[in-house]
């Protein structure tokens, strides 16, 4: 079960920091948020949301789409990757269970990024807006940023994590966690 834990902590955390990025670039092109604004969207669950909304300003004004603010983008990374982390590790922990391998555990790494969507948009937001402080913006996440991006962000999380339950199964050419006989 621990090389599970860290098989799911590693790609959780991969499959975070890659959706961190598509949400960058998302809100630097498409979005006309701010490159950095993602990760202080996230962190103003905990913090004064100044800094998301001075990188927002800075991008529709077009003064500057890469405001940076490093103590409010750490927190926001760190709150990104470790939910990823735990998210990981859960997703690890079930793939172990059902001995998922190949396209089947691509299949279900997705369907668990949309459950991971859903959970965090229906459940999991809210409640850490409520038990945290911060509002609207954390509570209504998915409609600020917008339900495609979100969704995608969460898919792509979730194939994340599905290839690298395979890569680690087929490294070992096993389940990890698994004992070789």
Request: proline share 5%.
């Amino acid at each position: 079960m621990g090389a599970a834990i860290r098989t799911g902590a590693l790609w959780g955390a991969i499959a975070a920091a890659v959706m961190a990025m598509y949400a960058m670039v998302a809100g630097l092109t498409y979005l006309g948020a701010g490159f950095f604004t993602p990760l202080y969207h996230i962190a103003s669950s905990v913090i004064a949301p100044n800094a998301m909304m001075t990188s927002m300003q800075g991008a529709m004004e077009s003064e500057s789409s890469f405001y940076f603010a490093p103590g409010p983008a750490v927190v926001g990374m760190m709150i990104h990757l470790a939910t990823g982390i735990a998210y990981g590790i859960l997703f690890a922990l079930i793939a172990r269970t059902l001995r998922l391998s190949g396209a089947a555990a691509l299949g279900a790494g997705i369907l668990y990024g949309a459950g991971v969507l859903l959970f965090s948009s229906f459940v999991g937001l809210p409640i850490a807006a409520a038990l945290f402080g911060g509002g609207d913006p954390i509570a209504n996440m998915p409609q600020m940023v917008g339900w495609p991006t979100f969704t995608i962000e969460h898919l792509m999380f979730g194939a994340i994590l599905g290839l690298g339950w395979i890569v680690a199964r087929r490294k070992g050419n096993r389940s990890p966690g698994e004992a070789r006989i």
